[in-house]
């Protein structure tokens, strides 16, 4: 389609300083501009024309950019060159022709290279990052296939890829980043593509020494965020797209999910055998079918009477539901919504001026034009009707947006014919919602902006309440509004492999909250295949098991005895762990790390690390190495450089190095840093049950090491504002083999009641003498006192928040 047009290879003709951060560029054939951050991240934005659009970033909700002044020089042949000296580069240099940008670290070494900008007058670019001989590519969002992308072409377009299991998906994150060695240690750097419509990453196929990316409309609008650590290089993206704000705590529990559990008596019934049979779970997700007619913000009054009550016998049973909720609106001049979107024009427009339907679940359907921030206030301000009727999540689905064209009627039922054409469709511009867009030129920010509406609406009705939204669809950012599943995957094994990297990737994007349908949608999960996943599944950042209709039910019992004790297990350890969790959500709504994290997250100047694609770090201190290989009953399982102990038997090994694990189908391995502390707690059912051991601390020796424990209300936003208990944790270990955790003092104000701290040290003969502040302990079960048994020794001591030092001396 871009053939015919001219391209022109953009070269500096003059530039000029806008302020002390900002440059406006005059190229051959466009303009440009070029900003720099306070945090040492970088932007260009270029278009053919004579000026450049205004700046859409504020349209759809990004961070505000903090500009960091430079000087500016001109160079000898006209070009520039940029002084910084704040963190992230010192030197950027532009040169005129052809037109590029190098950007220079401290040591003179070049962390990024922009080159070969093609500007055309239908708004599609080309531009090129440089990529070094031995780069590795990770991120762009939601993908197939394995974590690392070099040689690979990768659309972004956001798109309901239903069975076809191909590029693209639901989700695009036109983000990559890269990960390369200079003279021995590694450099990571992120760049940014900030398109709104589709566009393509061409990752070293064509060109070995290039990403070529090309946008199809809006010219091009790179950021590059400067490492050299790969966490630098979250650091910086997250503050430009934003973060994931703390979650409830409820939604860190188990999803239990099906199309559908379809009335009031069989999600009353299924609460009652998720409590009958101990499997821990939070939340039952409501499908379609509790619409009336699929008309979204409505209940069916056959199949679901009285919601509220409902809701509060789920409540009596510490379990809550998500409601799915489509952007499909049913053309019905009946439905208020529909009358009332249609009388406030707040439905997408074709061309012709007619409304653009398309079908969906409920038939013929219209879309909002979330672009609007009326349109988004008004949307926000539906989910009313479903909170006042006690649902504490919404599901939104289908948002790409996805649909099919008429249907042809068969009988009783309906075949869709194909997926719905939206190529006439108009949507508003999100920088100036007066001026309308073609709806390719900003696809890929319908779902973000859904979800946006969704959650500022939510903050709304709700105003203390932390929200929960879980969204299908999204673009860079998505974590601001909404947790991420990947989708209708299928019951399959190479899709239980194929998750972890999809998952790492998505969450080296800026998507910490994600997860996997665990069970797979399509298809019938076998006994051995639901064991592996939910065992896996149990430590995805986001836990839900969902399955389609008429396939077989996926409720953790249904695969007999064996299996549902193993669900169980998984499960438990999960709220075991959510100390632990919640702390690492504490810390990517504090700087953007991810949850799951690929080895080479912590270990990127180690080359094997770096290679490892299905083993997953959980925080910092956590490794996971599942089986998902049918019948297998051991795996290879990398350890970088540092003191592994294996999570179950606490047996001890020093890494780098390779093993061979044993793993029953009852067995997860998993491995703890040595030099950690993780807080956990006694297993619970659902969040909100107290558990009968609140405050475990598991130390792994090895090291030095720090922790915090983190807790509050787990559902407001009162921690904000400092109602929060703190509790830094400190593993010290002296010649000797003198131990010393230290605990607190708590900070905050954030109340909790005097309990029993436990700190049990693994991998730990008996010892000669345990202290508390000094004091020697005595062997027993009172508190304070200590056990040593089975190679740990167990210390309990009051805690009432004013700190605790634990000394443990090794036995002779
Ligand atoms: C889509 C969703 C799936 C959901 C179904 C019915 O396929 O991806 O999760 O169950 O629609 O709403």
């Known amino acids: ?32 501009e070029l900003s720099t951050a306070a945090d040492g991240s970088l932007r260009l934005r ?6 450049l659009d205004p700046d859409p970033a504020p349209g759809i909700g990004r961070e505000p950019w903090m500009p960091g002044a430079v000087s500016a020089d001109e160079t000898r042949d006209g070009g520039l060159r940029l002084v910084h000296q704040g963190p992230g580069f010192a030197t950027l240099e532009v040169a005129t022709k052809p037109f590029s940008l190098r950007v220079l670290d401290r040591q003179g070494g070049c962390s990024a290279e922009l080159c070969d900008l093609e ?29 690392d992308k070099r040689g690979e072409r990768l659309r972004m377009r956001n798109r309901d890829a239903g069975m076809s299991h191909r590029d693209p998906l639901y989700l695009s994150v036109p983000f990559f980043l890269g990960l390369s060695r200079t003279s021995g240690a590694s450099r990571a750097r992120g760049v940014l593509l900030d398109a ?49 704000p703390l979650p409830p705590l409820w939604s860190l529990g188990h999803h239990q999910s099906r199309w559908s559990y379809a009335s009031e008596a069989e999600v009353r019934a299924l609460a009652a055998e998720i409590r009958r049979r101990g ?21 069916s009054p056959r199949r679901f009477p009285d919601p509220k009550a409902m809701h509060s016998a789920l409540a009596a ?83 790409e947006p996805s649909g099919w064209g008429p249907d042809l009627p068969l009988g009783r039922f309906r075949l869709p014919l194909g997926r719905a054409d939206l190529s006439g469709m108009l949507q508003s511009d999100p920088s100036d919602p007066k001026r309308v867009r073609a709806h390719e030129e900003v696809r890929n920010v319908y779902a973000l902006q859904e979800c946006r509406a969704t959650r500022e609406g939510i903050e ?39 998750s972890i990297p999809m998952l790492l990737n998505l969450s080296l994007s800026g998507v910490a909250f994600c997860g996997a349908d665990i069970g797979g949608f399509f298809g019938s999960c076998t006994p051995e295949l639901y064991a592996r996943w939910i065992q896996l599944g149990s430590l995805y950042p986001f836990a839900r098991t969902h399955s389609k209709v008429f396939t077989r039910r996926q409720e953790p019992w249904r695969f007999g005895r064996r299996v549902e004790a193993i669900a169980r297990e998984a499960l438990r350890l999960r709220m075991r762990l959510l100390p632990y969790l919640y702390g690492v959500f504490r810390e990517s709504e504090h700087c953007g790390a991810p949850v799951w994290r690929p080895l080479l997250y912590e270990f990127p100047d180690d080359p094997d690390a770096v290679r490892v694609e299905d083993q997953i770090l959980l925080g910092r201190s956590l490794m996971v190495a599942p089986v998902v290989e049918r019948g297998a009953r051991e795996r290879e399982v990398y350890l970088p450089e540092g003191v592994w102990f294996s999570w179950h038997d606490d047996a001890r090994y020093v890494g780098p190095r390779r093993l061979r694990v044993s793993a029953p189908l009852e067995h997860l391995p998993l491995f703890a840093r040595g030099g950690s502390i993780l807080p956990t707690q006694s297993p619970i059912e659902y969040v909100g049950q107290a558990p009968a051991e609140p ?5 792994f020796p090895g090291g030095e090491g720090s922790g915090e424990l983190v807790e509050d209300d787990g559902e407001t936003t009162e921690y904000r504002r400092g109602e929060v208990a703190r509790t830094g944790l400190r593993l010290w270990e002296r010649r000797g083999g003198r131990m010393r955790v230290e605990v607190g003092p708590r900070e905050g104000s954030y109340e909790i009641p005097e309990r029993i701290l436990r700190a049990r040290v693994r991998a730990c003969p008996p010892p000669q003498l345990v202290s508390l502040d000094g004091q020697r302990l005595e062997q027993g079960d009172a508190v304070p006192g200590y056990r040593a048994a089975d190679g740990r020794v167990l210390v309990q001591v009051p805690d009432r928040g004013e700190g605790a030092a634990i000394e443990l001396e090794p036995g002779p």
């Open 695 to 699: 405050c475990v601390l598991e130390v």
């Open 460 to 498: 709304r009705a709700r105003p203390r309440q932390r929200p929960f939204v879980l969204s299908r669809s999204g673009h860079a950012g998505i974590q601001r509004y909404a947790a991420v599943w990947t989708g209708d995957n299928r019951s399959r094994w190479a899709d239980l492999r194929e």
């Open 279 to 299: 499997i821990p779970t939070d939340a039952i997700h409501l499908d379609i079918d509790y619409m009336d007619g699929y008309r979204v913000f409505t209940w």
């Open 317 to 399: 049973r510490g379990l809550r539901t998500v409601a799915i909720v489509d952007p499909g609106i049913k053309v019905d001049p009946e439905y208020p919504v529909y009358r009332e979107g249609l009388d406030r024009d707040f439905f997408c427009r074709r061309r012709d001026g007619e409304v653009q339907t398309l079908h969906v679940w409920p038939g013929r359907s219209a879309l909002p034009d979330f672009d609007r921030p009326q349109v988004r206030e008004w949307w926000g301000e539906q989910h009313r009707a479903l909170l006042d009727a006690g649902v504490s999540g919404i599901w939104n689905d289908m948002n």
């Open 1 to 32: 389609m871009n053939e015919k047009r001219q391209a022109t290879p953009a070269g500096l003709r003059r530039w000029q300083s806008l302020d002390d951060a900002r440059f406006a560029l005059e190229l051959d054939g466009g303009v440009a």
């Open 196 to 244: 709104f419509g589709p566009c393509d990453f061409d990752v070293a196929a064509e060109r070995g020494d290039r990403v070529r990316m090309s946008t199809e409309s809006g010219g091009v609008d790179v950021t590059i965020f400067p490492g050299p650590r790969p966490a630098d290089v979250l650091r910086r993206l997250s503050a430009r797209v934003g973060r994931c």
């Open 46 to 51: 270029a278009e053919a024309g004579e000026v």
């Open 119 to 147: 500007l055309r007058d239908d708004g599609s670019t080309h531009i090129s990052v440089c990529a070094a001989p031995d780069e590795h590519f990770f991120g762009f969002g939601e993908k197939y296939g394995g974590l």
